[in-house]
């Protein structure tokens, strides 16, 4: 049995587009490859349905399933990672800001290899939260100039 250690880190941003705008690209899973560096999604639209999303660049790269386990449009929707790669549960919250609106990601993600995990995290974390953000900031401009 490998010792399993949680880490946590979130992104926020904010869009000119409404709520319901922002929510509609989010969750326009064809689209993600618009916002999200280096990652493509599919999957459903409401709790119990299934996501998938491949993150890599070509042939190298992982398949990252999970379950959508929070489905509020215009307001939040989240999954549980179900992967070989990742674990854990992520979500995006919205909130009306003026008239536009901001957006949280947020990740709770079960690092595997107890101590390697960790120190492995050390340097990857502050890479995935780069990504996070850019993704981030690209979403909210994508949704506000789409219109």
Do not use: K, N, Q, Y
């Amino acid at each position: 049995m490998s010792a399993l250690s949680t880490v946590a880190v979130h992104v926020e941003a904010a869009s000119d587009a409404s709520p319901e705008r922002l929510f509609e690209v989010l969750t326009d899973w064809p689209r993600h490859a618009e916002w999200m560096p280096f990652t493509r999604a599919e999957g459903g639209h409401e709790a119990g349905a299934p996501l998938e999303a491949w993150t890599g660049a070509g042939p190298f790269g992982f398949l990252d399933t999970m379950v959508i386990t929070d489905w509020r449009p215009g307001r939040r929707v989240a999954v549980r990672h179900t992967g070989r790669v990742v674990r854990g549960e992520a979500w995006f919250e919205i909130f009306p800001l003026g008239p536009g609106a901001r957006i949280v990601w947020a990740e709770r993600v079960d690092l595997p290899l107890g101590v390697l995990g960790r120190a492995g995290w050390l340097a990857a974390g502050p890479v995935v939260r780069a990504f996070m953000g850019v993704g981030l900031r690209r979403l909210c401009r994508l949704a506000g100039t789409a219109g």
